[in-house]
């Protein structure tokens, strides 16, 4: 940011000043807004140092301008003040009823952080156990899920929400059990949404599932070696295949089909049964 001097303050005249005087450019490229997969690597302020032209006066050769980078960033930056002036724009009437016209310093930066780009990543940028918090995982946990949901299981950004926020969303609501009116004041997003987004993030981890949950050995041919090697098991528990427990979870349903579900407790409930290994991995699950 600079300044115009008056007159007479050894400010520069009216004349034009050329493309060929000395000048260095520098662009800044602030990641406000994680881009559709990127932003996990680069999660921090990238810098690129100008280009200086040299100036011409001499020889008169032309100077080939310098080429402007990440243009790309330069628009999703604009979306992002863009928002910033409507969540602006938008404040209680009230506000303008007395005369507050204005906007200071410190309710700009409090719609500036209550942007859910920005405080993902904050999140991510933060303590480790700030991560573990909110997403119920740890910050290279979730950055690989993102990436293997992306590359592997077809799960694509929109137009406005990266596949780091989608994700984000999915988790926070089943690790805090929000209800849709808590995502959408959390992420600013709207109810229709939040709701469409999270069926999209689940149909992707479903399909990882069929990858992952299931069993190293089909067949139960191999005896485990937590059996075979240990001799307060061994024969006895020769045939064991994994141990199995199961477990009611609260569920909505609609009033009309209610009644399948409603357990000993007097709520609605679907029993969940499932099986792990002697490596604590799971590999059977059936809802019922």
């Known amino acids: 940011m600079g300044f115009i001097p008056n007159d007479g303050e050894g400010g520069p005249s009216n004349e034009y000043i050329g493309e060929d005087d ?45 080429i402007r980078k990440r243009d790309g960033a330069a628009v999703r930056l604009s979306k992002q003040l863009d928002r910033l002036c409507q969540a602006i724009e938008s ?34 940028n ?3 156990d700030r991560c573990h918090q909110q997403f119920r995982m740890e910050k290279h946990v979730f950055i690989k899920l993102c990436q293997l949901l992306s590359e592997s299981y077809d799960l694509k950004s929109g137009k406005n929400i990266s596949i780091i926020e989608s994700v984000a969303m999915f988790f926070i609501t089943l690790g805090h059990a929000f209800g849709n009116r808590m995502t959408q ?11 469409r987004w999270f069926g999209i993030v689940l149909d992707a981890v479903c399909r990882m599932t069929i990858d992952f949950l299931k069993p190293s050995d089909p067949q139960f041919k191999e005896i485990p ?12 528990f020769k045939d064991c295949i994994r141990a199995i427990d199961k477990t009611h979870i609260p569920v909505i349903v ?29 590999t059977f699950a059936w809802a019922r």
């Open 185 to 195: 004041e959390r992420f600013q997003h709207s109810g229709e949404t939040i709701s």
């Open 91 to 124: 404040r209680p009437s009230i506000a303008i009823r007395n005369g507050e016209n204005g906007c200071s310093i410190a309710e700009v930066m409090e719609v500036l952080h209550s942007m859910p780009e920005i405080e993902i990543k904050k999140v991510l």
């Open 254 to 282: 609609p009033t009309s089909k209610q009644i399948p579900y409603i357990r000993r407790k007097g709520i609605p409930t679907q029993n969940v049964i499932a099986a792990c290994d002697f490596n604590m991995c799971f």
């Open 225 to 236: 070696k937590k059996i075979r090697n240990d001799d307060r098991y061994w024969p006895y």
């Open 22 to 66: 000395n000048m260095y450019f520098q662009e800044e490229n602030v990641n406000i807004e994680p881009n559709n997969f990127g932003g996990l690597e680069n999660i921090e302020t990238n810098i690129d140092n100008g280009t200086p032209i040299a100036s011409t006066h001499d020889n008169g050769r032309k100077r080939k301008l310098p």
């Open 126 to 128: 933060g303590h480790k």
